[in-house]
C-alpha cells in the first residue's frame, strides 16, 4: 500500500465514522416520538436497501457470475456484519447502560487484531498492543463509564455478540479475492440480506416494532419525521457502509477497525450540535487517546510500507497502472499490501482490489465469521 493509498483510505474511513455518527441523534429524535429501536433500525436498512438497489443492478450488468460466486459473503456480510451488530446491541441496553454497550461492541477491535494474529500465527507488534491500550482507555473515558455504570451478565453476552459483528464487518468489507464483489455490490446486497431479516424480526414479534408519524425532535427545532428517517438511510447507513468498505480494503481490518473508532468522539460532536448535549472534558480527554491509540498503529502500518512506495506509478497508488514488482511481501496478514481504486461513471460501483500476501502465498479472510 503506498502512503497515497493510505491517506486517502483514512480519509474515506473518516467520512464513513461521522455518518454512521450522524444516526445517534436522528434515531434518539424518532425514539421520543414513539419509535422503539427495532423499527428506527430497520426503516433506517430497509431504506438503504432501496436505494441501493437498482445501483446495485447496474454494477452487475455483464458481470452476474460475481454474484454466483460472491453470494455467500453477501450474506455473510448482511447478517453477521449489518444485523448482528445492531439487533445484539438493542438487546443490551435492555440491559446494560449504554456507555458500558458501546465500549463492549467496540471490544471487537481487539477481535480483529486477535483474528488476523491467527491467521499470521503471530503475536501482535507492540505499537499494536499499545493502540490497543490507548484505544480502549479513550474509549472508557468518552463513553463515561466512571458515573452510573450498570452491569448485567445477559447484557455483557449481548454486547460480546455486538462486538463480534463489528470485528466481522471490518473482516468482511476488507476481504479480498481474485473476483470480489464491487462495494456496491457488498453493501446493497448485504442491507437486502438485513432488511429481510429484520422484517422477519419484527412479523414474529422478537424485535418489537412501533411506528409514530410525530415530528423529530431537536434542540430548538424539529424535523419531519420522513426527513429524519431519509437521514438515517442515505446518510447513516448508505454512505458510512459504503465508503467503509472501500476504506477498509485500502487500510486493512486492523487500521481501519481502530480509525473506525473516531465514530464514539463524531457521535458526541453531533450529539452536541443537534441535540445540545455538551461534551464533558473527560470525554474530551478520551478522544485525544483514542486519536493517540489509532497513531500508534497508523505508525506500524507505516513502518510496513515497502520501499518505493512513497507515490508514483507503482501498482497501490490510486488510479494507477497495475504495474511494479510481483510477489512483494507485507507484513501481516489480512492486510491489503496493494490497493487499486477504480471510480467507474454512471452509478457502478468502486472497485478496491487489494491482496495480501505472507511468504508468498496469498492471505485472505475467510468469507464467514
Not at 452510573?148 to 453476552?157: F, L, P, R, T
Not at 419484527?202 to 420522513?226: E, I, N
Request: charged residues 10%; aromatic residues 8%; glycine residues 14%.
Amino acid at each position: 500500500m503506498s502512503t497515497r493509498s493510505m491517506g486517502v483510505g483514512l480519509l474515506i474511513a473518516l467520512v464513513s465514522a461521522s455518518t454512521f455518527a450522524t444516526s445517534g441523534p436522528f434515531a434518539k429524535s424518532l425514539l421520543e416520538t414513539g419509535w422503539t429501536p427495532g423499527s428506527v433500525v430497520f426503516v433506517r436498512i430497509a431504506g438503504a436497501a432501496l436505494v441501493l438497489l437498482v445501483p446495485t443492478v447496474r454494477a452487475l450488468e455483464g458481470r452476474w457470475h460475481l454474484l454466483r460466486r460472491g453470494w455467500g459473503q453477501i450474506v455473510a456480510f448482511g447478517v453477521a456484519a449489518v444485523a448482528v451488530p445492531q439487533v445484539a446491541f438493542f438487546f443490551a441496553i435492555q440491559h446494560v447502560s449504554v456507555g458500558v454497550a458501546m465500549l463492549l461492541e467496540y471490544l471487537g477491535l481487539v477481535l480483529v487484531v486477535a483474528w488476523q494474529c491467527a491467521v499470521a500465527r503471530r503475536l501482535p507488534r507492540p505499537p499494536t498492543v499499545v493502540g490497543i491500550v490507548l484505544a480502549v482507555v479513550g474509549l472508557v473515558l468518552v463513553l463515561d463509564l466512571f458515573g452510573g455504570v450498570q452491569v448485567n451478565g445477559i447484557g455483557v453476552a449481548w454486547g460480546l455478540v455486538a462486538a463480534v459483528g463489528l470485528a466481522s464487518y471490518f473482516l468482511l468489507s476488507g476481504h479480498v479475492a481474485e473476483q470480489q464483489l464491487p462495494p456496491l455490490v457488498l453493501a446493497g446486497g448485504g442491507m437486502v440480506v438485513a432488511a429481510l431479516g429484520f422484517a422477519a424480526l419484527g412479523l414474529s414479534r422478537v424485535l418489537p416494532m412501533t411506528f409514530s408519524t410525530g415530528a423529530a425532535q431537536f434542540d430548538g427545532w424539529t424535523l419531519p419525521w420522513w426527513a429524519a428517517v431519509l437521514e438515517l438511510a442515505l446518510i447513516a447507513a448508505v454512505t458510512p457502509y459504503m465508503t467503509g468498505i472501500v476504506a477498509n480494503r485500502l487500510l486493512g481490518a486492523k487500521l481501519g477497525s481502530f480509525v473506525g473508532l473516531s465514530e464514539v468522539m463524531f457521535a458526541v460532536l453531533f450529539a452536541w450540535i443537534l441535540l445540545g448535549e455538551l461534551p464533558r472534558p473527560v470525554q474530551l480527554l478520551g478522544g485525544l487517546f483514542i486519536l493517540a491509540g489509532v497513531i500508534a498503529v497508523r505508525f506500524e502500518e507505516s513502518r510496513n510500507l515497502p520501499v518505493g512506495s512513497q507515490g508514483g506509478t507503482e501498482r497501490g497508488s490510486l488510479g494507477g497502472p497495475q504495474a511494479g514488482r510481483q510477489g512483494e511481501e507485507v507484513e501481516s496478514a489480512g492486510e491489503p499490501g496493494r490497493a487499486v481504486v477504480e471510480s467507474l461513471v454512471g452509478g457502478a460501483a468502486v472497485v478496491a482490489d487489494d491482496r495480501v500476501e505472507l511468504g508468498g502465498d496469498d492471505v485472505v479472510a475467510p468469507q464467514h465469521h
